[in-house]
């Protein structure tokens, strides 16, 4: 499809999920949101689950419409689990790379 015709057309269910749970200041030109099942590359979701409940909203539909994702929810963590928890985070992140050797 021509950026002209993604233009014309309406937006995806997902495009507009991700942008009322991200706020209207998110948008992509043209919409990643549109062409997330065309990811071929393995996708590893991390989110905290003290985070807020528009970030696990918004992974929830990630999670649905990537189509090679793992999804982690790092227990006693918020927004930056990275920081919050390295060690774990670190070895979350070994284990899905080596996955992929």
Do not use: Y
Not at 1 to 23: E, H, T, V
Not at 36 to 65: M, N, W, Y
């Amino acid at each position: 499809m021509s950026l002209r015709q993604r233009a014309l057309s309406p937006p995806s269910a997902s495009r507009l999920a991700l942008l009322c749970l991200l706020g209207e200041e998110w948008e992509p030109e043209p919409p990643a949101a549109d062409r997330l099942p065309e990811v071929q590359a393995p996708t590893l979701l991390i989110v905290g689950d003290e985070d807020q409940p528009r970030v696990f909203a918004a992974a929830d539909l990630l999670e649905k419409e990537l189509p090679n994702v793992r999804k982690a929810i790092m227990h006693g963590t918020a927004h930056m689990p990275n920081m919050e928890r390295p060690e774990e985070f670190k070895r979350i992140v070994l284990d899905f790379l080596q996955d992929f050797r």
